[in-house]
């Protein structure tokens, strides 16, 4: 993996940043607002970043992976909406 400038490295974390976010939520929500950014993440990769990948096979692969992942989380939203309607 080659190195990246301090520069690029702030540049991509701005960027990223400004897709998932941060919403100052209660400590009460913590854990909810963490889920909801982590699904922004793993949406943008899956619509914006993997259908970029040339390679079909890797592109494949890493769709794959990435939507396994959002599924769990998907889950564990359900399971938080769940536990705090009948809380």
């Not at 490295?9 to 100052?24: C, H, K, P, W």
């Not at 793993?42 to 096979?57: A, Y």
Request: glycine share 4%.
């Amino acid at each position: 993996m080659r190195e990246h400038s301090l520069d690029i490295y702030n540049e991509t974390m701005d960027r990223i940043s400004a897709v998932i976010g941060y919403t100052g939520t209660s400590t009460e929500n913590i854990s909810r607002d963490r889920l909801l950014r982590v699904q922004k993440g793993l949406r943008h990769l899956l619509t914006e970043i993997i259908p970029t990948i040339e390679d079909e096979q890797l592109r494949f692969e890493v769709y794959c992976w990435v939507s396994c992942i959002h599924d769990i989380t998907r889950c564990e939203e359900c399971d938080l909406k769940w536990e705090t309607a009948h809380a």
